[in-house]
């Protein structure tokens, strides 16, 4: 989905957060997004993407675009994005999998999507920082510190000071 929509503004974040809340509450995969079998083939997959993406995508119904069809369009996205993926595919279909499994506490298998769909799903537009508490060397070599940005802007200011004077008495 990255490739698909590009702008991040807060405008298409709360409908990815919608799309995410809202297939999590309905309980729908992405198979059920994308209207088609779980064993369906690839082309298929393409085929009812470039189907779904005709009749939902914002530009086809004209200048100001419909916020719950461009909520439809993210979700068809995502589903494609990861469904078009052997390798993403398999790892959402063992996902899926587990979650149809009930565990005890869950009543039906609708609950169980939703907590597949709460699990880690990697979203390359979020950004996760890094939790590491000792990350190691700043540049690389054990024991030396950061220098300050303060300390880099004073040394280049004295070492260009320095460079102009010297250049002034070479000429004269």
């Known amino acids: 989905m990255q490739n698909i929509i590009c702008n991040k503004s807060p405008y298409w974040r709360r409908i990815q957060t919608a799309i995410r809340h809202s297939s999590v509450q309905n ?3 992405y198979y059920d997004i ?3 079998q779980k064993n369906c083939s690839n082309q298929e ?3 009812a993407f470039v189907q779904l993406s005709k009749k939902f995508h914002p530009d086809v119904k004209g200048i100001t675009p419909d916020p719950k069809q461009t909520a439809q369009f993210v979700k068809i996205s995502e589903a494609y994005q990861i469904l078009s993926k052997p390798k993403s595919r398999s ?4 996902r899926l999998w587990d979650a149809g499994v009930l565990r005890p506490g869950q009543r039906s298998k609708s609950e169980a999507v939703k907590n597949m769909h ?3 799903i990697h979203r390359p537009w979020e950004i996760k920082p890094n939790f590491d508490p000792n990350p190691g060397p700043y540049y690389g070599v ?3 510190e950061r220098v300050s940005n303060l300390k880099v802007v004073i040394a280049l200011a004295v070492l260009g000071i320095a460079g102009a004077i010297f ?3 070479s000429v004269k």
């Open 34 to 36: 994308l209207k088609v």
């Open 167 to 169: 250049g002034f008495v």
């Open 27 to 29: 309980g729908e995969t």
């Open 91 to 94: 790892a959402y279909d063992q």
């Open 45 to 47: 997959i393409r085929n």
């Open 118 to 120: 709460s699990a880690e």
């Open 142 to 144: 054990k024991g030396l």
